[in-house]
């Protein structure tokens, strides 16, 4: 067993007992959201990184197995997760902001940090835009072994 199998393996259990954590701890949020429906939103969204950490701990034990082809592009769900999670912070921050937020002290710092929002909110979407076009911006490259 070669050296990347094995640190494909300790990878996945990694990720399986994040995801598995995760699941649980977000299951529970859930359970006591009660009525607010920003912490039922949190723990929507942890339930998602949960089950995106279970299906990278099984993509990375089926490769270690030699189970696992990676065959055509398709979407890239680490961007589209991540992008998703500034999202949801940026817009839960704009809407429902807590007292340990950051507050400006004067107007220079109010400025730039509304910029620094919008450029955080471009940011997510560039992310989920990327993970989705994938597939397309893989079908115009070359294929190996044809001429060019």
Partial sequence: MTAKRVGAYIAGALFLLLGASELFGS?????RAGHDAWLAGDAVGGILL???FLWCAMRFILWANGNWESGQARIKWGPIV??????WVQVKNHFHPTPQLFTADNETQAQG?????????????????WGVSAPFRASHRARPGADV
């Fill in 27 to 31: 299951t529970r949020m859930l359970l």
């Fill in 82 to 87: 991540l992008g998703a999670f500034i999202l």
């Fill in 50 to 52: 949960g089950g995106y």
């Fill in 113 to 129: 940090m509304a910029a620094a929002s919008v450029l955080i909110g471009i940011l997510a979407v560039f992310l989920i835009f």
